[in-house]
């Protein structure tokens, strides 16, 4: 059983700069595919980025391309999601999520095993 801890998340102002963390405990964190989702008022939840057990592969999705990287620590158990250039329209709760999925990355969220409590992000315009 792997439990997945949020952290990073709050109020900042457009144009501004977040970086969000995501702890892993109790798993083998380098045997898990990474992701995180996002969640806004009235809206479905919505992948972000994924990242392969090395590190190396990623994707993110095209609404935040550019602006936001997503990267491991797989020594510190840590996932990170870096926001630059955030929109009133990135505001939203952040999941991160483990994925015991065979392929490399995965942007569907039903191949997600695990799932972390969230973080609320809010951007003020």
């Known amino acids: 059983q792997v439990q997945l801890v949020e952290s990073g998340g709050g109020l900042v102002q457009a144009g501004g700069s977040l970086r969000l963390s995501c702890v892993a405990s109790g798993g083998t964190f380098d045997s898990y595919v990474m992701g995180w989702f996002r969640q806004a008022p009235g809206k479905e939840r919505e992948f972000v980025a994924t990242?392969?057990?090395?590190?190396?592969?990623?994707y993110i999705a095209d609404s935040v391309k550019g602006r936001f990287t997503i990267s491991r620590d797989n020594a510190k158990h840590t996932l990170y999601l870096q926001m630059n250039s955030l929109k009133a329209e990135d505001t939203a709760v952040y999941y991160c999520?483990?994925?015991?999925?065979?392929?490399?990355?995965?942007?569907?969220?039903?191949?997600?095993?695990?799932w972390g409590q969230g973080t609320q992000v809010t951007v003020s315009s």
């Open positions: 990242i392969s057990r090395s590190g190396f592969s990623t």
């Open positions: 999520a483990a994925s015991a999925s065979k392929r490399q990355t995965t942007t569907s969220s039903r191949e997600y095993d695990y």
